[in-house]
C-alpha cells in the first residue's frame, strides 16, 4: 500500500518551447514495476475469458510481425489492449468533435532517478524535444503547431508524459514522431548545456524565487526519510548543475522502452485503427530487456514528528501545515484512499461547511484560510496535509493549538450523515462532469497506470467513492493521524513571527 502527499505538492513539467500545463503530481507507492506488470496482464486474461470471440490479432509491418492482445473493453468506451513488445495501449473514444489526444506516459518520474542525479527526469523531459535521426532540434513541436495542434510534457515522482492534440487525421503523424523520439533521439553536448541553463532557470523561477515552494522542499524532505518523494521532482540545484549528456541517455536508454511505456489516445477514434497504427509505429520497436524492476526504497517505520520553522523574509503571511503519511490507491484496494479523500473534504473543503472553515474561520476568527489537502494518487505512500494561515493577532502556536482542537473533536464525535450524502453527492457529479473532459479522462489513466492501478481500478474508482461509510472515515482518520509520521512546519518571515 502506499500513500500519497496531499499537501504542497511539487509539480513540475512542461518543455520551455511552450510551457503552459504544469501537471501536479500527487504520489508515490510501493507496487512494483514486475507486480504492475503482472496486474495488467492478469486483468486482461480475466476480462478476455468473459468476453469470448473477441480475438488477439497480428499485423506485419515490413519485416516483422507485431501480435496484439485481444481488446477488452471496459464500459461504455474504453478499450485496452497490450502490444507484444509490452507497451499497454488505452482508447478512450468521444466522438463529439474530431479531435484526439495522444499521451504517451513512462513509468519513469523522478522517483526513479540514480541517486545522485535529481531532475535528470525532467531534464530529460526537455531534451526530447531536440532532434532525432528525422527530425532537428525543435522541429516535433513546430511540426504539432503547423498541423493546428498543441503538444507539452510533464513530469513527476513516478511518471514522464508527453502529449499532443490535434485533429484526428493527424494522428499517424503524432504517431510517427513519438515512436521516433522512444528510441532515436540525438543529443549534443551543446544540447546538454543550453537545456541544463534552462532547468536551472526553471528552478530559480519555480522554486528559488518562491519561498512557500522552498519550504515545501524542507517539509518533503523531513516527511519522507527514504522515499524518493523527499527529494524534489525539478532537483536539488547543486546535483541539476552536474547533470551530463552520459546521465541522460542512461535514465533514456533504460527508461525510454515500449515496456515500460503506455500510450493513451483519447478522441475520436476507433479501437481498431488506433490499434493497427500502434502496432505499425510503436509495435515494431523492441522491448528493453534490462528494465529493471521498479523496486523503491521504502519508509521505515517513523517514530517521531518532525517540526520546522522555515524563516524567510519574502514570506508575506505566516501560515503551518502539518503533514502525515497517508495511504494511497492500491489495486484492487482503494478503499482506504477514499475514504481519505473524505476526511480531508469534511475537515477542510469548503470554508463554510468543513470543520476547520468552520470552528477557525466562522466561529471564531482565529484563521483567514483553512484547508486539508490529500492527493490518493500515487505509486508509493502519499501525504495527508492541513494547513492554516492564522487571522490578525493570533500566533502560530494558538492556530496549530486550535487545528489539533478541531482535529481531536472529530475524533470524539459522530460524523454528521448530511455531511457524508453531501459529499457523496457532490463527487458523483465531479465524476459526471469529468467524463466531459477527454484529456482529463486520460491522463487519469496514464497517471493510474504508472502508479501501480489498471484500467480497472480507474472504472471502479467513483464507485468506491460511492460505499464510503462514516465508519470508513473515522477508521481511516484514525490511522492517518499519528503524530509520529507528521511534519509540522511554520512558515514565517522572521523569528517574531515564530511563536
Ligand atoms: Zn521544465
New binding site residues.
Given amino acids: 500500500m502506499t500513500r500519497m502527499l496531499a499537501v504542497p505538492f511539487l509539480i513540475?513539467?512542461?518543455?520551455?518551447l511552450q510551457?503552459q500545463t504544469t501537471q501536479a503530481q500527487s504520489t508515490q507507492a510501493q507496487t512494483t514495476q514486475a507486480q504492475t506488470t503482472q496486474a495488467l496482464a492478469a486483468t486482461a486474461e480475466g476480462t478476455q475469458v468473459a468476453d469470448a470471440g473477441v480475438a488477439a490479432r497480428s499485423f506485419t509491418e515490413g519485416d516483422k510481425t507485431v501480435s496484439v492482445t485481444a481488446p477488452v473493453r471496459i464500459g461504455d468506451d474504453v478499450t485496452t489492449f497490450s502490444l507484444d513488445n509490452g507497451m499497454d495501449v488505452v482508447v478512450i473514444e468521444d466522438h463529439r468533435a474530431p479531435v484526439v489526444v495522444q499521451m504517451v506516459w513512462y513509468r519513469a518520474g523522478s522517483a526513479d532517478e540514480l541517486v545522485g542525479q535529481s531532475g535528470v527526469a525532467?531534464f530529460l523531459?526537455?531534451l526530447l524535444f531536440k532532434g532525432t535521426d528525422k527530425l532537428a532540434p525543435g522541429e516535433f513541436s513546430a511540426t504539432v503547431a503547423a498541423n493546428g495542434g498543441s503538444d507539452n510534457a510533464f513530469?513527476s515522482y513516478d511518471y514522464t508524459a508527453y502529449f499532443q492534440r490535434v485533429a484526428a487525421d493527424r494522428l499517424p503523424l503524432m504517431m510517427e514522431m513519438e515512436s521516433d523520439r522512444m528510441t532515436n533521439l540525438k543529443l549534443s553536448e551543446g544540447d546538454i548545456v543550453t537545456e541544463r541553463n534552462?532547468?536551472l532557470e526553471?528552478r530559480n523561477q519555480r522554486t528559488e524565487n518562491n519561498p512557500g515552494a522552498l519550504a515545501r522542499e524542507q517539509f518533503m524532505a523531513a516527511q519522507y526519510q527514504n522515499l524518493r518523494y523527499g527529494v524534489p521532482v525539478?532537483g536539488w540545484k547543486h546535483e541539476m548543475e552536474e547533470l551530463s549528456l552520459e546521465d541522460a541517455l542512461a535514465f533514456y536508454g533504460l527508461n525510454y522502452s515500449p515496456n515500460n511505456a503506455i500510450l493513451i489516445v483519447a478522441g475520436d477514434v476507433q479501437p481498431d485503427d488506433v490499434m493497427a497504427l500502434a502496432a505499425k509505429y510503436y509495435g515494431v520497436i523492441p522491448p528493453e530487456p534490462d528494465l529493471p524492476p521498479r523496486l523503491r526504497p521504502q519508509e521505515p517505520p517513523q517514530t517521531a514528528p518532525r517540526r520546522i520553522t522555515y524563516t524567510d523574509a519574502r514570506v508575506s503571511q505566516p501560515y503551518l501545515v502539518r503533514s502525515y503519511l497517508a495511504t494511497e490507491r492500491n489495486t484492487g484496494d482503494q478503499k482506504t484512499a477514499a475514504a481519505l479523500v473524505y476526511l480531508a473534504e469534511l475537515l477542510g473543503g469548503s470554508s463554510f461547511t468543513s470543520e476547520l472553515g468552520r470552528a477557525l474561520q466562522f466561529d471564531t476568527q482565529t484563521a483567514v484560510y483553512t484547508s486539508a489537502g490529500y492527493d490518493p494518487s500515487s505509486l508509493d505512500t502519499s501525504t495527508f496535509a492541513l494547513s492554516v494561515v492564522p487571522g490578525t493577532g493570533v500566533s502560530l502556536s494558538e492556530a496549530e493549538a486550535a487545528m489539533d482542537k478541531v482535529v481531536a473533536d472529530f475524533m470524539a464525535n459522530d460524523i454528521d450523515p448530511a455531511a457524508m450524502d453531501r459529499i457523496r453527492n457532490q463527487m458523483k457529479a465531479r465524476e459526471i462532469y469529468a467524463l466531459d473532459d477527454v484529456q482529463g479522462r486520460a491522463q487519469r489513466y496514464g497517471a493510474a497506470l504508472t502508479q501501480g492501478l489498471t484500467v480497472q481500478d480507474v472504472e471502479a474508482w467513483p464507485q468506491v467513492l460511492q460505499e464510503v461509510t462514516a465508519e470508513d472515515v473515522k477508521a481511516a482518520a484514525a490511522e492517518v493521524f499519528d503524530l509520529n509520521q507528521s511534519v509540522t512546519g511554520w512558515v514565517v518571515a522572521d523569528k517574531e513571527q515564530a511563536r
Fill in positions: 513540475l513539467g512542461l518543455t520551455p510551457a525532467h523531459e526537455h513530469t534552462v532547468i526553471e525539478i
